[in-house]
């Protein structure tokens, strides 16, 4: 077992499943609730700002702007679904290797 995969199975086994399964809840809920549109707006302003920064120095980045706010919209969408109904379909349909 990979050795993140151990420290989060350490965390599980210290607290119990139920407080597990409500600390991975809250963790969801804390992103899902910052998810709005005001997020939204100053996160997109802020990747175009850092593509403007890496024009001006030659950079070039991993993600295009618009990859990166792909994810974004992508990400607001995702958040207007519970948490449970999210890890349901994490569980059932995305295949996840490692």
């Known amino acids: 077992m990979d050795d993140n995969l151990k420290e989060i199975q ?7 499943l139920i407080l ?5 809840s ?5 992103g899902i609730r910052n998810m709005d549109d005001g997020y939204l707006d100053e996160a997109i302003k802020q990747i ?4 403007e920064d890496y024009k001006a120095t030659g950079k070039i980045a991993v993600m295009t702007p618009e990859f990166q706010m792909e994810i974004l919209h ?18 059932k349909y995305i295949e996840i290797s490692i």
């Open 10 to 16: 350490d965390i599980e086994n210290k607290y119990g």
């Open 20 to 24: 597990f399964r409500m600390g991975l």
């Open 26 to 30: 809250h963790l969801m809920d804390i």
């Open 48 to 51: 175009l700002t850092k593509e």
């Open 74 to 91: 992508c990400s607001f969408e995702l958040s207007k679904y519970s948490i449970w109904t999210l890890f349901t379909y994490i569980k």
